[in-house]
C-alpha cells in the first residue's frame, strides 16, 4: 500500500508526536502513538500485501492470493530484498501447478534474493527437486533434496522428501 521509505517516514513523524505527546503530559496518547508508529516499522519489514497473499494462500485461494501479489507494481523498488524473495517464492508456488519451466525461475530467484525462514527455503529447494526429477536431471534433484533435508530442521517435509527419493530410485 504504502512506499517502504514512506513508512518509515510516517513512524518517524509519529514517534516525534509521542515524544511531544510526553512532553505535553498526554503519557496515555504518547504510548499509542509510539505503538501506532511501531506498526509501521513493522510493515517496513513485513509486507502488507504478502502477508494478504499469504493467508489467501493458507485457504488454498490461489487466484486471491494472486490479485494481493499483483498489486505490488515495482517489486524491486518497492520490496526490501527478503520481501522480494517471499514475492518470488509466492509466485513459484502459485504457477508450479500450471507451468513448471516459469516456477523454476521463480524459486531460483526467491532462493538467489533470500527467504527469511528456513522452512521456506527447504519447501522452495524441494519444489526445484520436484522440478529437476520431471525435467530428468536427476543429479540436481539430489543435491537440492539433499539441502532441503539439511534446512528442514522440524522434520516437517520428512514424507515428502520420502516420497521424492522413492519416485527417484524408479528414474
Do not use: C
Request: avoid cysteine; charge should be positive.
Amino acid at each position: 500500500m504504502f512506499n517502504k521509505n514512506l513508512k518509515l517516514v510516517l513512524a518517524g513523524a509519529i514517534f516525534a508526536f509521542a515524544i511531544y505527546q510526553f512532553i505535553e503530559g498526554q503519557i496515555g496518547n504518547g504510548i499509542f502513538l509510539i505503538l501506532l508508529a511501531a506498526i509501521f516499522v513493522f510493515l517496513y519489514f513485513k509486507n502488507e500485501l504478502i502477508l494478504l497473499a499469504f493467508l489467501r494462500l493458507r485457504k488454498q485461494d490461489f487466484d486471491g492470493a494472486k490479485k494481493w501479489l499483483d498489486k505490488i507494481k515495482n517489486p524491486e523498488s518497492a520490496l526490501v530484498q527478503k520481501q522480494q524473495g517471499y514475492y518470488w517464492y509466492l509466485h513459484g508456488l502459485m504457477v508450479s501447478q500450471k507451468n513448471m519451466t516459469k516456477a523454476e525461475k521463480y524459486f531460483k530467484r526467491a532462493i538467489k534474493l533470500g527467504l527469511s525462514m528456513s522452512q521456506d527455503l527447504a519447501m522452495a529447494k524441494l519444489n526445484l527437486a520436484g522440478i529437476a526429477m520431471t525435467k530428468r536431471r536427476k543429479r540436481e534433484a539430489q543435491i537440492l533434496l539433499k539441502e532441503a533435508k539439511t534446512l528442514d530442521k522440524h522434520n516437517m517435509l520428512a514424507d515428502q522428501i520420502n516420497m521424492m527419493k522413492q519416485q527417484m530410485k524408479r528414474i
